[in-house]
């Protein structure tokens, strides 16, 4: 059973960078067939994309984050990790990592984090 | 990008009614269309991939249809438990957008 686990910060400045770390067991990140990636839900809001990586390396942003955000991977960990800069209050939000399939679509979702930007 | 535009945001029906809410992408994406739900304070779970393929164990009065630019999802007879708010979301290629949600309430 694969399992997602994120963790970090609750709580971070304006202007700050969140890192966040998502754990996963049942399953490894360097095998090939699935994306990894991080969505986030502002409160009482909707499900934003926000990017996701691949086992390679490879990553794509949704383009309105882009200049902020980058996703990596610590194949040795079993981990991937978001980074979102310059942060502000439209970041707070509950952040989820999950394991995408190319077909099946988002089929893993770790239980969130709520990320608050506050001075 | 391709945007994702859902209907009704919200609506009430009473239990045992057929209910319909509809996806539109706004380039087609063949059928790389799913649909999840989500009941409060809990995660998305996915009832529906490649437009129309029933996930396993979801009930069956759960269904979908459309390919290309049009989707729709229908709940055959809403029970009480399908109260919660319902997502499609796009993956043909990145980004893997969301449509803005529908809530679905009981009458």
């Known amino acids: 059973q694969v399992q997602l686990q994120e963790s970090g910060p609750g709580l971070v400045k304006p202007s700050q960078t969140l890192s966040l770390t998502c754990t996963v067991s049942?399953?490894?990140?360097?095998?090939?067939?699935?994306?990894w990636s991080w969505i986030r839900q502002h409160p009482g809001k909707g499900l934003e994309w926000i990017g996701h990586i691949y086992y390679t390396g490879s990553t794509y942003y949704n383009p309105s984050l882009k200049s902020r955000v980058t996703i990596s991977l610590d194949t040795s960990k079993n981990q991937f990790s978001l980074k979102l800069s310059s942060l502000a209050a439209a970041d707070t939000a509950v952040y989820s990592c999950a394991r995408e399939h190319p077909r099946m679509s988002t089929v893993n979702w770790g239980q969130g984090t709520m990320v608050t930007v506050s001075s | 990008d391709i945007q994702m535009t859902q209907s009704p945001s919200s609506l009430s029906a009473s239990v045992g009614d057929r209910v319909t809410i509809t996806c539109r992408a706004s380039q087609g994406i063949s059928n790389y269309l799913a649909w999840y739900q989500q009941k409060p304070g809990k995660v998305p779970k996915v009832l529906i991939y490649?437009?129309?393929t029933l996930q396993s164990g979801v009930p069956s009065r759960f269904s979908g249809s459309g390919s290309g630019t049009d989707f729709t999802l229908t709940i055959g007879s809403l029970q009480p438990e399908d109260v919660a708010t319902y997502y499609c979301?796009?993956?043909?290629?990145?980004?893997?957008?969301f449509g803005q949600g529908t809530k679905v309430e009981i009458k």
């Open positions: 049942g399953a490894s990140i360097s095998s090939g067939g699935y994306y």
């Open positions: 979301q796009k993956y043909d290629s990145a980004p893997w957008t």
């Open positions: 490649t437009a129309s």
